[in-house]
């Protein structure tokens, strides 16, 4: 499996222009706790709800404050074709949880994050210990 099909391909995403105040109601309607900074279809920056509620300590109108104000820029990428281990790997040398998946392009194919590749470790555990107990009809947990 490649990490292009890891995470959902459908991302939401904004410009470094929008306004604190849109973003934050995006990742509350969405439900999820973060948004790909792009331009011309490539990720520039990413935008988590960490990253909104501190915001409240560096400005009085937090919410009139762009998203490039307080965005972390460059976002570490990861290539839809690499192995669901570079992520594993990216996670442990850049320490963050979310990753935009990029094309031979460098644009924006999808998102990969940690609880992905906890969901998708969990399934193939459990093809694992369906062809154990397959195999060794003695064996229980």
Do not use: C, W
């Amino acid at each position: 499996m490649s990490i292009g099909k890891l995470g959902p391909q459908a991302v939401v995403t904004t410009s470094p222009d929008s306004r604190l105040e849109e973003i934050t109601a995006t990742l509350e309607s969405e439900n999820i706790g973060s948004i790909v900074v792009t331009e011309d279809d490539e990720p520039v920056g990413m935008i988590t709800d960490r990253d909104a509620a501190l915001a409240i300590h560096d400005y009085d109108d937090v919410g009139s404050v762009s998203v490039e104000d307080v965005m972390t820029e460059r976002p570490v990428t990861v290539h839809e074709d690499d192995d669901p281990v570079a992520v594993s790997e990216a996670i442990r040398d850049n320490n963050v949880r979310r990753f935009p998946v990029v094309d031979d392009d460098g644009e924006l194919a999808g998102i990969a994050t940690l609880d992905d590749l906890v969901a998708t470790i969990g399934e193939e555990l459990e093809n694992v210990a369906a062809t154990i107990e397959a195999q060794s009809p003695e064996y229980r947990p």
